[in-house]
């Protein structure tokens, strides 16, 4: 499908919503000044926008072998405001688009993956009413996704109120796993293809952390959460977690540290000898990952780990002294049944943990199941609508609540990533990282540091290499990238 701009700049947003509808279609953006029919070739969408003095006219054509329907819209003139021309463009667009599909999109015109953060933005300025009224009537969100936007922000602001102007949290990457899972995008390496680079890696690992946390002394700098992730940070031995633990420890000052997690992730990883080598690190709150406990789907989807090892791993985190287990759950893997999944959600809650990750299913290109062919449903009837549905209802009744939320591109059914968590024990990291609060500064192979500047909206990234073996043979060139961390903050002071 072609989509044809004239005379305006809402590319970007244009193209987003109508993947939206189309998210296996290749589509291709042209910008033009004038479009004469003959190279109108269907499908398209041509958008236009026209202003004659200070009045502006949009118009939106949909055109394809089976439907053709045009609409004009005028603009507010009463709002003079690019973003309110912007979100009437879409809006015309979208009513199009649901005409032409039969569908509606949960998230109506938004396409951004921070929804929160934009209610948060409109209900401290007008009120949560206000919010709600905007976020259904003005982007056409629906009234269930308005709902949970409002639960999750009333949660998350409890967090963000904790973050000064000089908060930052610490992010460690370990790109090693078992091995690939299917429907993964990460940068990570198998053991079985990098098993010679993991020490190499691990030892300049605990410079660049030391490297950092010099940095953050000079630029006085106050921590508030750390966050080992990956990849798989478990495919480490229990010696190389102690390690990398006590370096972090003795590096940085923890006294204002109020969450140190680790991502154990794959339960196939993880032992009665690294847990402990964690818990007496002093972390305190650790993943484990099943994504689901239908072994068939595990297999389908390249886990190489069964459900009851899931058990095991949960059963061991909880005797070594472990208070806080998050697992993650995935709604829309390939295979999977509404009914396998509640089957896996009951059976989790009854473990008890304190908190739980429910993503969906987002359809990355490099991934293996994109490559193999598996597409994207578009519309909202497919499962994992309906296996979000239950988890709402579900983890509501057992005493969870909503605490962030973020969205993908190409995500089954364009729905959500949703924690939960019970009182007390929400992810701290996970809402500064998402809501992009304050600095995260980086470690690893993959990582990026992120510079906020707390008087506004900007940030800075500083991008590590991405694979182990670059990280390794360019280490002083990516700890040199790390200066800029100085002279950020040298010109807020």
């Avoid at 004659?52 to 949009?58: A, E, F, M, P």
């Avoid at 293809?193 to 953050?216: D, G």
């Avoid at 759950?329 to 089957?343: D, K, Q």
Wanted: proline content about 3%; charged content about 25%.
């Amino acid at each position: 499908m072609t989509i044809y701009i004239d005379d305006h700049h809402f590319n970007y947003e244009m193209e987003k919503l109508v993947r939206l509808f189309f998210p296996n279609e290749k589509i291709v953006t042209t910008e033009v000044c004038e479009i004469q029919e003959k190279i109108r070739e269907v499908p398209y969408v041509y958008t236009a926008l026209r202003q004659d003095g200070s009045r502006k006219t949009i118009f939106v054509s949909v055109q394809t072998d089976t439907f053709s329907e045009s609409t004009e819209k005028t603009v507010d003139s009463s709002i003079n405001d690019e973003k309110n021309t912007e979100r009437t463009m879409a809006v015309a667009l979208y009513d199009l688009l649901v005409k032409l599909t039969g569908t509606k999109q949960p998230w109506g015109i938004l396409t951004g993956v921070r929804p929160i953060k934009l209610f948060r933005r409109i209900s401290e300025k007008h009120g949560t009413e206000y919010a709600r009224q905007y976020f259904e009537e003005k982007f056409l969100v629906s009234h269930e996704k308005t709902a949970l936007s409002e639960i999750t922000e009333k949660y998350e602001k409890r967090i963000l109120l904790l973050n000064t102007p000089q908060s930052f949290s610490l992010y460690v990457s370990i790109p090693f796993c078992p091995s690939r899972c299917s429907y993964c995008s990460f940068v990570s390496q198998s053991i079985e293809r990098a098993k010679n680079l993991i020490q190499p890696y691990f030892e300049l690992l605990c410079k660049e952390i030391e490297h950092t946390a010099k940095i953050v002394q000079q630029c006085a700098l106050c921590l508030e959460s750390v966050y080992i992730g990956g990849g798989t940070p478990t495919t480490l031995s229990a010696e190389q977690l102690h390690g990398l633990i006590t370096t972090i420890r003795n590096s940085f000052d923890m006294s204002t540290c109020r969450e140190f997690t680790v991502e154990a992730g794959r339960p196939d990883t993880i032992d009665q000898e690294k847990l402990l080598a964690i818990r007496n690190g002093g972390v305190d709150r650790i993943s484990i990952n099943p994504q689901t406990l239908n072994d068939e789907v595990l297999k389908v989807i390249g886990r190489r780990h069964t459900s009851a090892q899931t058990i095991d791993a949960f059963h061991l985190a909880r005797s070594v002294g472990f208070r806080h287990i998050n697992t993650d759950l995935i709604a829309g893997l390939p295979t999977e049944t509404t009914e396998s999944f509640v089957a896996t959600l009951d059976r989790i809650c009854e473990l008890s943990p304190e908190s739980i990750t429910v993503h969906t299913l987002a359809m990355k290109r490099s991934s293996h199941l994109t490559k193999q062919g598996k597409t994207v449903g578009a519309d909202g009837k497919v499962p994992a609508a309906e296996m979000l549905r239950y988890c709402e209802k579900k983890l509501l009744s057992c005493g969870y609540h909503p605490y962030y939320l973020y969205r993908q591109t190409r995500m089954e059914g364009n729905l959500e990533n949703v924690g939960w968590s019970k009182e007390g024990y929400d992810g701290i990291y996970n809402v500064y990282v998402m809501d992009e609060t304050h600095t995260i500064l980086g470690c690893g192979a993959g990582a990026v540091s992120k510079l906020k500047n707390p008087g506004s909206e900007e940030l800075i990234r500083i991008f590590n290499y991405k694979y182990p073996y670059e990280y390794i043979n360019g280490f002083d060139e990516m700890l040199n990238r790390k200066k800029q961390v100085i002279d950020f903050y040298a010109e807020l002071s």
